[in-house]
């Protein structure tokens, strides 16, 4: 469920800097863009990484579920939910500069 959402987060990341190059060219917008996008990039590997590993624990390990895995899944959990946060903030953003342009 979260790689899929990661996933349309990457596309609409994608979007908006194309949005960005077209029609708004700041550099500093663009970079925070980018960065956004290694961001989601790198959480969606880490969340990869995660499931992999609990799938193999729970095959093959003698550990039981617990706090260890509980700890690692909420670290993912709270990182996925900055990337939305910030995601928020810079289509605000991007959607302010549209208007300004527009207006001039």
């Known amino acids: 469920m979260w790689g899929r959402l990661l996933e349309d987060i990457n596309v609409e990341l994608g979007d908006l800097i194309k949005l960005e190059k077209q029609m708004i060219n ?8 980018q960065a956004l996008r290694r961001d989601v990039i790198l959480c969606t590997a880490g969340f990869c990484k995660f499931e992999q590993e ?21 670290k993912n959990r709270m990182r996925y939910l900055k990337i939305v946060e910030n995601l928020t903030m810079l289509k605000r953003n991007v959607h302010q500069r549209l208007l300004e342009k527009r207006i001039k």
Do not use: R, V
């Open 54 to 74: 609990f799938q193999k624990e729970l095959e093959y390990g003698k550990n039981e579920y617990g706090d260890l895995h509980i700890q690692l899944m909420e």
């Open 26 to 33: 700041n550099l500093k917008l663009a970079g925070t863009l």
